[in-house]
């Protein structure tokens, strides 16, 4: 009779352990929170909308221009909950194009760049095959203008995702450009 007193203490001692270790990982699951740049396609005709993410603060959306013809960049830096553009590069621009800004520290070659450090809430901005909208992070290139359909509006924007939330959702960089799911 005494063997048996042990025995079941150490089941018991064992079954608090695991709940509270289950209490304890389901709760840090919740409260473990990452700033993350969010980007979002409404679905069209009752689909889902597509979302991805990445979690570099720094990034740029790149595309042609659809009168001049050249290419556009503009680079950001997630900010809590604002982007903040900071510098713009032209190959070639036109009427309606600021200029009246300070020319950006680090120039590239091509291109003219201006510094513009404006914060913005979200993006929206629409692509389209046309275009060649990409956006450009942590050594990645997302070629966005492949993965919805023309003249979608994507949405750009600072959240902070729970780990669930991380786990649900997918990494820009790791979906097909092509749209295929």
């Given at each position: 009779?005494?063997?048996?007193?042990?025995?079941?203490?150490?089941?018991?001692?064992?079954?608090?352990?695991?709940?509270?270790?289950?209490?304890?990982?389901?709760?840090?699951?919740?409260?473990?929170?990452?700033?993350?740049?969010?980007?979002?396609?409404?679905?069209?005709?009752?689909?889902?909308?597509?979302?991805?993410?990445?979690?570099?603060?720094?990034?740029?959306?790149?595309?042609?221009?659809?009168?001049?013809?050249?290419?556009w960049e503009?680079?950001?830096?997630?900010?809590?909950?604002?982007?903040?553009?900071?510098?713009?590069?032209?190959?070639?621009?036109?009427?309606?194009?600021?200029?009246?800004?300070?020319?950006?520290?680090?120039?590239?070659?091509?291109?003219?760049?201006?510094?513009?450090?404006?914060?913005?809430?979200?993006?929206?901005w629409v692509?389209?095959?046309?275009?060649?909208?990409?956006?450009?992070?942590?050594?990645?290139?997302?070629?966005?203008?492949?993965?919805?359909?023309?003249?979608?509006?994507v949405v750009?924007?600072?959240?902070?995702?729970?780990?669930?939330?991380?786990?649900?959702?997918?990494?820009?960089?790791?979906?097909?450009?092509?749209?295929?799911?």
């Amino acid at each position: 009779m005494t063997n048996k007193q042990p025995n079941k203490l150490l089941w018991l001692v064992s079954g608090a352990a695991g709940i509270a270790a289950l209490i304890f990982f389901t709760l840090w699951m919740g409260f473990a929170q990452q700033s993350v740049v969010e980007v979002r396609v409404a679905g069209l005709e009752g689909d889902d909308d597509k979302v991805c993410y990445f979690t570099d603060p720094d990034f740029e959306l790149r595309w042609i221009h659809s009168v001049e013809k050249q290419w556009w960049e503009e680079q950001y830096q997630r900010m809590d909950d604002e982007l903040l553009l900071t510098t713009t590069y032209f190959e070639a621009f036109g009427a309606g194009t600021p200029s009246t800004e300070k020319l950006a520290p680090v120039q590239k070659p091509g291109y003219l760049g201006y510094q513009i450090d404006e914060k913005l809430p979200n993006l929206n901005w629409v692509v389209s095959r046309l275009t060649k909208g990409e956006i450009n992070y942590g050594g990645h290139r997302f070629l966005i203008h492949q993965w919805v359909p023309d003249y979608s509006e994507v949405v750009i924007m600072p959240k902070t995702y729970g780990l669930i939330d991380r786990f649900e959702k997918d990494l820009c960089h790791e979906l097909p450009s092509d749209g295929s799911q």
